[in-house]
């Protein structure tokens, strides 16, 4: 009977007003740190495909720069790129210097304001 009455006992305890307010407050404060957790984690997430875009990005410019430096390291490259910067031609050579052509007639415009009352007609249109 003394078991009987002992279990009796301690569920009224577990199911008194304090001890459930206090398990409340508990779940409360680990939703809370749960919560917090997850927004911690999707914003490592996020900032994760930024950097493996960026890295993405990095190797692709790595993979461009390696060309150039290939096709410089080349005889043809060296030549084309002094070529390209100083202007440097080899003996015998001339340099042609292709401009382009403006307009060789001009049309002036007249573009006249109404006056009196058909200006101020038109302000009403």
């Not at 001339?94 to 307009?103: C, E, H, L, N, R």
Request: proline share 3%; glycine share 6%; charged share 30%.
């Amino acid at each position: 009977m003394k078991d009987f009455t002992h279990k009796k006992n301690t569920r009224k305890l577990m199911h008194s007003v304090p001890v459930l307010v206090l398990l409340f407050v508990i779940l409360c404060f680990f939703s809370v740190k749960t919560f917090s957790l997850y927004q911690k984690e999707a914003s490592v997430r996020e900032k994760a495909m930024e950097v493996i875009a960026d890295e993405n990005k990095l190797k692709i410019r790595q993979n461009e720069l390696q060309q150039k430096v290939d096709f410089l390291q080349t005889e043809r490259g060296k030549e084309e790129e002094m070529r390209g910067r100083f202007m440097i031609g080899e003996p015998g050579e001339g340099v042609i210097m292709v401009v382009d052509q403006k307009p060789t007639t001009t049309e002036s415009v007249k573009v006249s304001k109404p006056s009196g009352w058909s200006g101020f007609l038109n302000f009403f249109r």
